[in-house]
């Protein structure tokens, strides 16, 4: 054991989460691909969960090289990533593969894999923040040196997502607003944004209402009038979560027993969450919403224990914005919320989804693996 903690560094706390949710996730989603499997794969219900293995296998290794770099070298890259992610963007936008009637992803050639480039992008803006943030303390309440700088790549970044994908874009708004606020950025400036993208998000809604087949628009008015007052028919998928949801009780009808899943669009992603307490019941639904609670605890501790601002902001940051994420699939799957498509964090099948989540967590491990040489370094000169 001594030996293998010369190689995991960092909060062990966060390492013990991200293993129980990779644990998690395999018998979860070997459980909810049956269908799927029949539908695709001529009933090869092993191919779904290999391919899911791989790729939490591939995400655990990418975090475990990501904490072992030191979190300063971040600051450089921010700058980088940021500048792919607008191009990328703004491709997938206008040529992107379209699901569901909205461009999100670009097909990688070769090894036919669909890369979400808003993933690339949320890690982009809170990296980027973090820096300036770090960077502009002395001068953090001058609007046009500090505040300026921060709010336009966070604006841009927000308006490209948001025509194919609302709910990441309010993820990565509402995160960006938080760190600044954190960073003590002045709350005028704050709320000021705040009620001018209010305004700007309504006006281009009635834009693209305008465009012929409306966009995404549609879509999104037909979420929520279902989620406030649809019929049955209208709001079938939170209907079969809360089915699942009933049918799972206290203690669960067992792994590999739900039946909701046959009838649960993508039981395996939006809706793993309403699968999983059917099967570990209420109990099992609690436990995974305290995994990620506690994982947020976790990131503000490693914020508070780091001697330097940019690794403080980053670890808020990145644990923020999992978290959120996280709490929404939660909500959706319970009916707090109306449909959003997000993925549950480490538990949600899919790919580059996966792995940017695990670069996230390997930078937090990375802020954590600096405070505590840091102090073992403080500890060594005392004695």
Known sequence: MAKFSQYIKGDKVVWMIVVLLSIFSILAVYSS?????????????????????????????????????????????SQLLLYISVPLLLFTLFKGTSINEASRWITIPVININFQSSDLA?????LYLARLLALKQGEIKDFKQSFLPMIIPVALITLLILPANLSTALLIFGTS???????RVSFKYIG????????????????????????????????????????DEDNYQAEQAKIAIANGGVFGKAPGNSTQ??????????????????????????FILLLYLILLYRGVNIAMRSPGTFGAFLSI??????????????????????????????????????WFTSISLGIILSVSRGNDEQKQGGNNERT
């Open 33 to 77: 691909t049956g269908t799927l499997a029949f539908r695709y794969q001529d009933g090869n219900t092993e191919y779904y969960i290999v391919k899911h293995v791989f790729t939490l296998l591939l995400g655990l290794f990418f975090m475990y090289v990501v904490h072992n770099i030191k979190y300063s070298y971040f600051s450089r890259l």
């Open 122 to 126: 949320k890690l982009a803006i809170i």
């Open 177 to 183: 607003m938080i760190l600044m606020y954190v960073g």
């Open 192 to 231: 000021y944004t705040f009620i001018i993208v209010v305004v700007l998000m309504g006006l281009l809604i009635l834009i693209l209402m305008q465009m012929p087949g409306g966009g995404r628009v549609e879509t999104w008015k037909a979420r929520i009038e279902n989620f406030s007052g649809g019929s």
């Open 261 to 286: 899943r046959n009838f649960l669009p993508h039981p395996y992603s939006d809706f793993i969450y309403a699968v999983s307490i059917e099967e570990y019941g209420l109990f099992g639904g609690i």
């Open 317 to 354: 940051g990145l644990s923020f914005i999992l978290v959120f994420q996280a709490l929404s699939n939660m909500a959706v799957a319970v009916n707090i919320f109306p449909v959003t498509g997000q993925p549950l964090p480490l538990v949600s099948m899919g790919g580059t989804s996966i």
